[in-house]
């Protein structure tokens, strides 16, 4: 993680609350990208393409950063496999097989539960404590997680009757968080560098998936909107959210910037209802404020 410097807003490198708040409207938008993808791309078609497109523009842009750590990258190949599969693939083969039978809105909001799950990867992996404050935050966050898979009646919770997708969502949720604990013993390389050697393995892990996908006659060719889907989740949710909140972490430290990734499902349910018209009700809007809410309050000092 970049050392937590301070660097004037006002400079040409670009003003870092906008370029976090962009990363999070990016990230948002995969979710909504995954919905669309429905008849038009199948998802580890989507997912093999995206990381094969990303990896390609990251190296492009990044080849002297990759061959100077090289000497570092090749000694951890194993671990960065491994990452890039719970992290790269799993999450977004998770989610974009979730959107098929649950809503944007869900996908978005879900995703809010990943702080909660890093909280907790942290007290499992490395006995990090959790203070009275976090476990009330993480409490109140895990109840809007509730409220979304129940569809605001809690009591289905207890007869285990739950969208798939959304059981789905909260799968990816732990990969993903599985993946921010990981990246504690990550290999001392730079951010760009990393990141292409990650997407070449989740391109790499997501061959034998397609394979199953193509085994079972699931899988299809994009169609001319399946590949601007592809277009826009290789270049904004990979690599210029990527790009963006390294910059912005760079500029205002990774404290300040890490509050930004709670717009996520904020940007994802709004666009999820502007752009694909998903209904938003009451237990959505209230799971929506808890799950913000409960990680606003477990990072309190």
Not at 140 to 160: M, N, Q, W, Y
Not at 166 to 186: F, N, Q
């Amino acid at each position: 993680m970049p050392s937590e410097r301070v660097t004037d807003i006002r400079s040409p490198a670009g003003h870092p609350y906008l370029l976090l708040a962009l990363a999070a409207l990016f990230w948002g938008g995969n979710a909504v990208a995954g919905r669309l993808a429905i008849g038009h791309v199948s998802p580890m078609t989507l997912s093999l393409t995206r990381w094969i497109l990303s990896g390609l523009i990251v190296i492009v842009t990044a080849r002297r950063q990759v061959v100077a750590d090289w000497p570092v990258i090749r000694t951890r190949l194993p671990y960065l496999a491994a990452v890039a599969g719970v992290g790269f693939l799993g999450f977004n083969a998770l989610l974009y097989f979730g959107a098929y039978s649950t809503t944007a809105v869900n996908l978005t909001i879900l995703q809010g539960a990943i702080p909660v799950f890093v909280l907790l990867g942290g007290l499992l992996a490395y006995g990090t404590a959790v203070t009275t404050t976090q476990a009330l935050g993480v409490t109140v966050t895990l109840l809007g997680v509730a409220l979304i898979a129940s569809k605001g009646e809690l009591a289905t919770i207890f007869h285990l009757r739950f969208a798939f997708g959304d059981v789905l969502m909260i799968l990816a949720c732990g990969c993903y968080a599985a993946y921010t604990v990981a990246l504690v013993r990550r290999p001392q390389v730079s951010a760009l560098a990393m990141f292409s050697m990650l997407a070449f393995f989740a391109a790499l892990l997501s061959l034998p998936l397609l394979g199953i996908e193509i085994a079972a006659g699931q899988s299809y060719w994009p169609t001319s909107q399946g590949w601007l889907i592809i277009a826009y989740v290789a270049l904004f949710p990979s690599v210029l959210s990527q790009i963006f909140f390294i910059r912005g972490v760079e500029a205002i430290g990774a404290s300040r910037a890490g509050i930004f990734v709670n717009l996520v499902p904020v940007f994802g349910a709004a666009l999820a209802v502007w752009v694909l018209g998903e209904p938003f009700g009451w237990y959505q809007m209230t799971a929506l404020a808890l799950v913000i809410g409960g990680i606003v309050w477990s990072q309190r000092k």
